[in-house]
């Protein structure tokens, strides 16, 4: 699963820095946020449960912060090569799991650090033969 995972995004990153080049923020974040509607909606109608209020106020204030966060994604990705970009998204796991362990006590497990150093040395790989 991790494997398709780090194939999509890199799909993703060449994709959105190729679609950069030629449309601007707000048409690309248009088709992604639709796309993403359409496919997380057809699993919603299976799993569907009515949001109290308050979880209401919530799933909004994650779609605006999301919106505004995947906004400032897009229009970086205009100014930086594709290599960069692909370290930028691969350290948003690595931040994404500090804050884990630190706000909600996970556990820092064996798969845990094997992640992280794969991680890291992908990371690594491409920083220093982008150099070369």
């Given at each position: 699963?991790?494997?398709?995972?780090?194939?999509?995004?890199?799909?993703?990153?060449?994709?959105?820095?190729?679609?950069?080049?030629?449309?601007?923020?707000?048409?690309?974040?248009?088709?992604?946020?639709?796309?993403?509607?359409?496919?997380?909606?057809?699993?919603m109608?299976?799993?569907?449960?009515?949001?109290?209020?308050?979880?209401?106020?919530?799933?909004?204030?994650?779609?605006?912060?999301?919106?505004?966060?995947?906004?400032?994604?897009?229009?970086?990705?205009?100014?930086?090569?594709a290599?960069?970009?692909?370290?930028?998204?691969?350290?948003?796991?690595?931040?994404?799991?500090?804050?884990?362990?630190?706000?909600?006590?996970?556990?820092?497990?064996?798969?845990?650090l094997?992640?992280?150093?794969?991680?890291?040395?992908?990371?690594?790989?491409?920083?220093?033969?982008?150099?070369?």
């Amino acid at each position: 699963m991790a494997f398709i995972s780090g194939i999509t995004s890199s799909v993703a990153v060449l994709s959105l820095r190729q679609a950069r080049k030629n449309d601007r923020s707000e048409l690309i974040i248009f088709y992604l946020m639709g796309t993403g509607f359409v496919v997380n909606g057809l699993f919603m109608l299976f799993y569907w449960a009515q949001p109290t209020f308050t979880q209401w106020i919530y799933l909004c204030i994650s779609a605006i912060l999301g919106l505004a966060g995947q906004w400032f994604v897009t229009v970086g990705y205009k100014y930086i090569e594709a290599s960069k970009g692909s370290l930028i998204s691969t350290s948003r796991v690595l931040f994404a799991g500090s804050l884990g362990v630190i706000w909600f006590n996970d556990q820092i497990t064996f798969t845990f650090l094997l992640g992280t150093s794969l991680i890291l040395s992908a990371q690594m790989y491409i920083l220093y033969s982008n150099k070369k």
